[in-house]
């Protein structure tokens, strides 16, 4: 496990908050029963992929995107059925997506690419491409088929986005879990990013300089991924499974001791209970007050002091159950 250092901290939180601007593109939440009206549902299908479809490095890459059903969910939601993405890569290689069922039950249908809110179920969902390909021989897999469930809120008054849902369930592995509520965004400014051209890193750094970290959550809860890894280490090593995973603590143990920071401690100790009981693991930042991203960015906590401190600004803690 990487060292909570200044920059592991910051960057870490960092990256979660650009990743909660990413979802915002593309998340969502849970099911029910869908309506009967297939025109408006085709219509709605038409409209959630219609940027993709339009995207001109889409259509050089003899992009396509098709499904066998699309029907009214509710009063603006839309339930499709057999979804199928395909597309190539910058070396002309294949990449698929696919879904057995895609539920969205609220999304504003006026700006689809940057919703405000939303609440999207993909069920059975596969994809196909290099990198993807490679990770799963490196886990010594052969297959990905996932589950997500996001939902999320923008409210205006208060600027804060609140990440409520966001599962990413690989069945016969895990599921990644994440809830995040930032403050101090402007997301009307966030909308205009999206209207093509270059991004001013300096226009991006501008409206990351308000933003507040109000609370987080991240978490792995494990369904055979740590089997799955010690077994193909073993393989490769000639040993079994259980030996593995025993020198994987060990090793666990011995990083713990070098460790000077409480924070980090704590991690490790999570880390070797989560390895041993093969249960989850959560990282969660809960601090009394927001506090702001450029708190992360511009901290320079050269002492253990400092990193301790900074760690009991933002209410970080890390458990195992």
Do not use: C
């Amino acid at each position: 496990m990487m060292s909570l250092s200044r920059a592991g901290i910051a960057g870490v939180l960092a990256a979660v908050a650009a990743a909660v601007f990413y979802l915002a593109v593309i998340s969502g939440g849970p099911g029910g029963p869908a309506g009967g009206d297939s025109a408006t549902g085709q219509a709605r299908a038409e409209k959630l992929f219609a940027d993709l479809k339009n995207s001109e490095q889409f259509k050089a890459a003899g992009g396509t995107v098709a499904w066998k059903s699309a029907e009214a969910l509710g009063k603006e939601g839309v339930l499709i059925r057999d979804l199928s993405i395909e597309s190539k890569d910058w070396d002309g290689r294949p990449t698929a997506v696919a879904a057995a069922e895609v539920r969205v039950r609220r999304i504003d249908w006026n700006n689809v690419a940057m919703s405000p809110h939303g609440d999207i179920e993909v069920i059975g969902l596969t994809a196909l491409n290099r990198k993807l390909s490679a990770l799963m021989v490196a886990a010594g897999t052969t297959t990905f088929v996932a589950d997500l469930k996001a939902r999320w809120d923008y409210k205006a008054d208060g600027r804060i986005i609140d990440l409520q849902t966001f599962d990413l369930a690989v069945r016969e592995w895990g599921t990644f879990s994440l809830q995040a509520r930032l403050h101090g965004l402007d997301f009307a400014a966030l909308q205009e990013m999206q209207d093509g051209g270059d991004i001013d890193p300096a226009y991006v750094m501008g409206l990351m300089a308000g933003a507040k970290i109000g609370g987080l959550s991240l978490s792995l809860k494990d369904s055979g991924a740590i089997d799955k890894l010690a077994e193909k280490r073993a393989q490769e090593t000639g040993s079994d499974k259980k030996q593995v995973i025993e020198q994987a603590l060990r090793a666990l143990e011995l990083q713990k001791g070098a460790q000077p920071h409480a924070i980090v401690r704590q991690a490790f100790d999570a880390l070797i209970q989560f390895v041993r009981k093969r249960g989850t693991i959560t990282l969660k930042a809960m601090p009394e007050r927001p506090v702001p991203l450029l708190r992360l960015a511009l901290n320079r906590p050269t002492t253990q002091v400092g990193i301790d401190r900074l760690a009991r600004e933002l209410g970080l803690s890390v458990e195992a159950q």
